[in-house]
């Protein structure tokens, strides 16, 4: 059964670095997001992609995230200048279409020191 | 604004028991409303959607009911087993026209052997 995937599992990075998490959804999907679920909190919605560009995002995703789509499979979560508290594990979903389920991979945990 | 609510936090059951968890939201404007499983450290897995228009769905021992006039769903487990021990969670998408997927902050079930 197809599955979205996500790479890497964990990440720790120091405040201020840069990282990109990276997602393949499952091939036929046409829309894509990112939700973060802070450890003991609820998932979160930061941003959703359809047609190559941002549909919507949420307040908390700012000008230090962005998200691309840069070849026909990947989908990708940048964090700028990461800070103590983007710590949180970060799931990539995706659906066929806007009515339908939406398919979460495993998450990557990430941890800023 | 959406919100999504769950009670009871969490739940400890005998093996076998058939068992209730609920969900009410705020706004019975809504698309549709997802069940999720997730595991500890895991990500989340859809148990059953059901759109606006729907009052029920059902997947094996699971049956979800939707009543959007009082913002109020409800997933039904039957004859509960130690491998359905798990986090529940709640998603509403808005019909408000929008990409987003609001989350309650689960129930906690426990099925004890």
């Known amino acids: 059964e197809p599955e979205v995937t996500q790479t890497p599992s964990h990440q720790v990075t120091q405040m201020g670095q840069e990282v990109i998490l990276r997602c393949v959804p499952i091939s036929n999907h046409l829309y894509f997001y990112w939700y973060r679920q802070i450890l003991g909190q609820k998932v979160e919605f930061l941003v959703s992609f359809y047609n190559n560009e941002i549909s919507e995002k949420s307040e908390i995703f700012d000008d230090q995230f962005s998200v691309e789509r840069p070849d026909g499979s990947n989908f990708t979560l940048k964090i700028r200048s990461t800070k103590l508290e983007d710590s949180a594990m970060y799931f990539c979903a995706s659906s066929v279409g806007l009515e339908e389920t939406q398919y979460f991979g495993p998450g990557t945990r990430l941890l800023v020191l | 604004k959406q919100e999504v609510t769950q009670i009871p936090a969490a739940l400890s059951v005998p093996e076998g028991e058939n068992l209730v968890l609920n969900c009410s939201f705020t706004?019975?404007?809504?698309?549709?409303l997802q069940w999720f499983r997730q595991d500890p450290g895991k990500g989340l897995t859809s148990l059953l959607l059901?759109?606006?228009?729907?009052r029920e769905q059902t997947s094996g021992r699971l049956n979800a009911s939707l009543d959007k006039s009082s913002g109020r769903s409800t997933l039904y487990i039957a004859a509960s087993q130690p491998g359905d021990s798990a986090t529940y969670l709640c998603?509403?998408?808005?019909?408000?026209?929008?990409?987003?997927?609001?989350f309650g902050a689960g129930t906690r079930l426990f099925v004890k052997a």
């Open positions: 998603a509403v998408r808005p019909g408000t026209g929008g990409f987003k997927t609001i």
């Open positions: 059901i759109q606006s228009s729907q």
């Open positions: 706004d019975s404007a809504i698309y549709n």
